[in-house]
T-cell receptor, first 109, second 111 residues
Framework: AQRVTQPEKLLSVFKGAPVELKCNYS??????LFWYVQYSRQRLQLLLR??SRESIKGFTADLNKGETSFHLKKPFAQEEDSAMYYC???????????FGKGTRLSVIA | DSGVTQTPKHLITATGQRVTLRCSPR?????VYWYQQSLDQGLQFLIQ???????AKGNILERFSAQQFPDLHSELNLSSLELGDSALYFC??????????FGQGTRLTVV
């Protein structure tokens, strides 16, 4: 079965500091990986998709198949980045997402 | 706005009651997913429909059921409600080769 692990429940950083939110997955094939962000228990918004390899709001994530990781990074944290971040995996298109437990990012001014 | 609409936004009901949550997917999306988000369990996949047919089942209780109608909107029925069913219920939709987009959720409170 597929599993997504986000080891940190809470990550606090100062404004302007680099951010790395960790995500590890277990799946024997080639999954599709995503990062979703949720502000104050609102809707989940797609932040990044590994196949698109683009940067959104300054965030990037690289899929490392050797380490089965998909860590989310941003060089300089902003207060508005404070939110809940979920890493998710999909086996193929149009299959349910498997979510990690989420990491709450708190950016301190 | 993701294009996925859920109604109602909030629902307060008593234990033992039955409620129906509604989801309208993005235009053209054939897949609809239901997720439950609670503080202790995180985001749990409940069920997926694709073009009217059940496609995948997750941790959905027998007291819960869902369906997708010909116009592709979906309903999640929750019956014999218990206090522990209080949660945010999200619907998401996706098209072929597209990521899932989420609605704003229905916050269910069982008292």
């Amino acid at each position: 079965a597929q599993r997504v692990t986000q080891p940190e429940k809470l990550l606090s950083v100062f404004k302007g500091a680099p951010v790395e939110l960790k995500c590890n997955y277990s799946y024997s094939g080639s999954p599709e990986l995503f990062w979703y962000v949720q502000y104050s228990r609102q809707r989940l918004q797609l932040l990044l998709r590994h196949i698109s390899r683009e940067s959104i709001k300054g965030f990037t994530a690289d899929l490392n198949k050797g380490e089965t990781s998909f860590h989310l990074k941003k060089p300089f944290a902003q207060e508005e980045d404070s939110a809940m971040y979920y890493c998710a995996l999909s086996v193929t298109g149009n299959t349910p997402l498997v979510f990690g437990k989420g990491t709450r990012l708190s950016v301190i001014a | 706005d993701s294009g996925v609409t859920q109604t109602p936004k909030h629902l307060i009901t008593a234990t033992g009651q039955r409620v129906t949550l509604r989801c309208s997917p993005r235009s053209g999306d054939l897949s609809v997913y239901w997720y439950q988000q609670s503080l202790d369990q995180g985001l749990q996949f409940l069920i997926q429909y694709y073009n009217g047919e059940e496609r995948a089942k997750g941790n959905i209780l027998e007291r819960f059921s869902a369906q997708q109608f010909p116009d592709l909107h979906s309903e999640l029925n929750l019956s014999s409600l218990e206090l522990g069913d209080s949660a945010l219920y999200f619907c998401a939709s996706s098209g072929l080769g597209q990521p899932a987009f989420f609605g704003q959720g229905t916050r269910l409170t069982v008292v």
